[in-house]
């Protein structure tokens, strides 16, 4: 893993989003298999439920919070591909024609 500095250097965001998405993966994995445990009668699995559940809570909420990072740095260095959508740019545009359309309004 890259290790990102505090200047811009965001080339490791890719990577930090793949990891984080795999501690999701790890934290679904066991949460099942507590599930598992449940259903075959082991009380500790019980126990675990709580736990295992707070842990997928928090690698969904840092999953979430890498991929917000590097769509915004890809937004901000013009790097959206295909599919992706600059929704401040669209709300923008669409203020802007707002207020063309009502200054057109207002003259007549």
Excluded: C, W, Y
Aim: a negative charge; hydrophobic letters at 40%; proline letters at 1%.
């Amino acid at each position: 893993m890259k290790v990102t500095s505090s200047v811009g250097d965001e080339h490791g965001l890719d990577n930090l989003v793949k990891i984080a998405d795999q501690s999701v993966l790890r934290a679904i994995g066991a949460v099942n298999e507590a599930i598992i445990g449940v259903q075959a009668g082991d009380p500790e699995a019980a126990k675990d439920i709580a736990k295992h559940m707070a842990d997928l809570n928090k690698a969904l909420n840092t999953s979430f919070d890498e991929r917000k990072r590097l769509d915004e740095h890809k937004r901000k260095s013009g790097e959206l591909g295909g599919g992706e959508i600059d929704f401040d740019a669209a709300k923008s545009e669409i203020l802007d024609r707002l207020a063309r359309l009502r200054a057109t309004r207002d003259t007549a």
